[in-house]
C-alpha cells in the first residue's frame, strides 16, 4: 500500500472497478507526492473526478468507436490524454 493513498468510496463497485479505483488512488498519492500532480483539490475530490472523466472517456468511446475513422480515433485520444493532462498538471508558480 502507498502511502496517502487515495481512497475512493467504491460501494456497489465489481471487483475490477474496485480494483481500478484502488490503483487510480496509489497512483495519484505518489504524482501527488512527488509533485508531478496537482495537490490543490482535496484527495478525494481529485480521485473521483479523475475516476469519472475516464469512465466517461471508456464509454464515451465504446458506444462511439465504430463510427470514428481512424484518424479522428487518434485526435480523440490525443484530446482525452490533453484534458487529463489540464486536469492533473500542477499550475506552474511565479
Given amino acids: ?3 496517502g493513498v487515495i481512497r475512493l468510496r467504491t460501494t456497489g463497485w465489481t471487483a475490477s472497478t ?3 479505483g484502488q490503483w487510480l488512488g496509489e497512483t495519484l498519492a505518489i504524482g501527488r ?3 508531478a500532480v496537482r495537490d490543490d483539490l482535496p484527495a478525494e475530490l481529485q480521485g473521483r473526478l479523475t475516476f469519472a ?3 466517461t472517456f471508456d464509454e ?3 458506444h462511439r468507436h465504430a463510427d470514428l475513422e481512424p484518424a479522428q480515433a487518434r485526435a480523440l485520444v490525443g484530446a482525452q490524454l490533453d484534458t487529463l ?3 492533473l498538471t500542477p499550475t506552474p508558480q511565479p
Fill in 85 to 87: 493532462k489540464r486536469l
Fill in 33 to 35: 507526492a512527488s509533485g
Fill in 1 to 3: 500500500m502507498v502511502p
Fill in 18 to 20: 474496485r480494483a481500478i
Fill in 53 to 55: 472523466v475516464l469512465r
Fill in 60 to 62: 464515451w468511446t465504446m
